[in-house]
C-alpha cells in the first residue's frame, strides 16, 4: 500500500499562485493531479510519467509547471496565475508498477477556492 500526504492547499486569489505539493511513502513510477469541482468527474491537469517526462492538460500548459524531488518521493505542482474561481479540490495520484502490473493511489485532496 502507498499513502500519499498532499499538503499546501488554500484560499487564492485568481490570478495568484499556489503550490501543492505530494509526498508519498514509497516511490511511484508516475504521479498525476486532477482537479474536481462540484459536480464534476476528477479531470487531469498535470503529470509526471515513469520516464521522467510531463504531461499537461492544455489549459494548464506553461503555467503549472509539476516537478518531483526523487530523495523524499514528493511531487509538486506549482499552478501560477489561476483563472479559476469557485471551489475546486485538487487529488494528487501516484501509480506503481510491477512487472507491467499497475496499480493506483490517490491522496486525500486539498481544498482550493480561488477567489474573484
Known amino acids: 500500500q502507498l499513502r500519499l500526504v498532499e499538503s499546501g492547499g488554500g484560499t487564492v486569489e485568481a490570478g495568484g499562485s499556489l503550490t501543492l505539493s505530494c509526498t508519498a511513502s514509497?516511490?511511484?513510477?508516475?504521479t498525476n493531479w486532477y482537479r474536481q469541482t462540484p459536480g464534476n468527474e476528477r479531470d487531469f491537469v498535470a503529470g509526471?510519467?515513469?520516464?521522467?517526462?510531463?504531461n499537461y492538460a492544455d489549459p494548464v500548459k506553461g503555467r503549472f509547471p509539476n516537478t518531483r524531488d526523487v530523495p523524499t518521493n514528493t511531487d509538486y505542482l506549482q499552478m501560477n496565475n489561476l483563472k479559476t474561481e469557485g471551489r475546486a479540490s485538487c487529488y494528487c495520484?501516484?501509480?506503481?508498477?510491477?512487472?507491467?502490473?499497475?496499480?493506483?493511489?490517490w491522496g486525500q485532496g486539498t481544498h482550493v477556492p480561488v477567489s474573484s
Open positions: 495520484n501516484a501509480i506503481t508498477s510491477t512487472d507491467e502490473h499497475y496499480k493506483s493511489y
Open positions: 514509497g516511490r511511484a513510477s508516475a
Open positions: 509526471i510519467t515513469g520516464n521522467s517526462g510531463t
